[in-house]
């Protein structure tokens, strides 16, 4: 079988995610997700950050959300464990300033509050329920090395577990990166998954996710006219998540995921079809022996194809990039930056 090629763009080459040797001021990020815990630690550098540490583990948050509309004890449980696991991280270093923010899951959940403070008494870390509009701002922000320059717009958006995220940024004559609008859908891998029965997708099913996923995106589309920005050949898509970045090593045929293939290669709209088709192949077993899958995500690969087919028939690019970063990385520059300004430091 021949091997597949990654293609690149933008500056995934930068020097942000350095590996830390030396003593620096530590900055840390969690980011709880209706899927994920992940914690980033890291020190400045004149261009980014330091990479000290980094944590990542599935605990399904919003697992039952949709039908029950709280966040069940099993899932509470279990992403406890990871947060504690993030506080034993943390306590190996001495942190200049941290943020840890929550979700989808919890902004929907009616006892979120309430699991906010269960978690501040037994990890002592204070979560924070961020907003949509807030979780797109950190996005973008962590995905700023990825966007090509030359092309004066970027559609960013974030398939998570409960919803999905989608930003339109503007790069200004200044070379900036602006945000231009934000949207927020209640369709994620876990609630697609939840919401059809059996393990895998049918066909119809599949079909009318990714239906559903264009008319969410027709309001923005009317407002934004990105399809006539496309046309211009003024416009870049640029997805994150591990939705994306499963794809995309899926499609790479990776014996083992790997961070610094997948961040910054290029998925065609192509490719997205046949890794489609072959996950459709597929038994449950085989997607949970996958290397690049496994058990934590077999029964959510076709449910992120489906949203992500939606998206890129909504929006014709013909490629997206994927990013292997973005909210952690987001709160850690924004960190950074606060830091330099109170220490006189540009």
């Not at 899927?35 to 950050?49: D, K, S």
């Not at 919803?163 to 609008?181: D, M, P």
């Not at 609630?191 to 027709?218: H, N």
């Not at 449950?284 to 058990?295: L, S």
Request: charged share 25%; aromatic share 8%.
């Amino acid at each position: 079988m021949d091997k597949k090629k990654a293609k690149y763009h933008g500056n995934h080459h930068s020097p942000l995610f350095k590996t830390a040797k030396y003593t620096q001021p530590v900055f840390a990020a969690i980011d709880l997700g209706t899927t994920n815990c992940r914690l980033l630690i890291a020190t400045p550098t004149p261009t980014g950050f330091a990479v000290k540490e980094t944590f990542s583990r599935i605990t399904r948050l919003g697992e039952g959300l949709v039908s029950d509309g709280v966040l069940s004890e099993r899932a509470i449980k279990r992403t406890i464990y990871a947060l504690k696991l993030c506080v034993k991280k943390l306590k190996k270093y001495k942190t200049v300033e941290t943020r840890f923010v929550a979700t989808e899951a919890c902004r929907r959940a009616k006892n979120g509050a309430d699991f906010i403070a269960r978690v501040k008494k037994e990890t002592g870390l204070e979560l924070e329920i961020i907003s949509f509009e807030e979780e797109c701002r950190l996005g973008v922000s962590g995905c700023v090395p990825l966007i090509n320059r030359n092309i004066r717009y970027a559609v960013v958006f974030d398939i998570g577990g409960g919803s999905t995220e989608v930003s339109l940024a503007k790069i200004n004559q200044n070379n900036q990166v602006k945000i231009e609008g934000f949207l927020s859908f209640p369709l994620g891998v876990i609630t697609v998954s939840e919401a059809f029965t059996g393990k895998d997708l049918s066909s119809a099913a599949y079909r009318a996710v990714a239906k559903k996923v264009v008319s969410y995106l027709q309001p923005f589309e009317n407002k934004y006219g990105i399809l006539r920005l496309i046309k211009q050949g003024d416009v870049q898509m640029i997805a994150m998540s591990g939705t994306v970045t499963t794809i995309g090593a899926f499609h790479l045929e990776l014996p083992a995921y790997n961070r610094a293939v997948v961040d910054g290669m290029a998925l065609s709209y192509d490719d997205l079809i046949k890794a489609k088709r072959k996950l459709e192949k597929m038994t449950y077993a085989e997607k949970e022996a996958h290397p690049c899958i496994g058990t934590q995500r077999a029964d959510l690969s076709l449910p992120g194809c489906a949203i992500l087919q939606g998206i890129c028939e909504m929006w014709p690019i013909g490629e997206i990039t994927i990013a292997d970063r973005g909210l952690r990385e987001g709160i850690l520059l924004d960190l950074i930056r606060r830091n330099n300004m109170h220490s006189g430091k540009k």
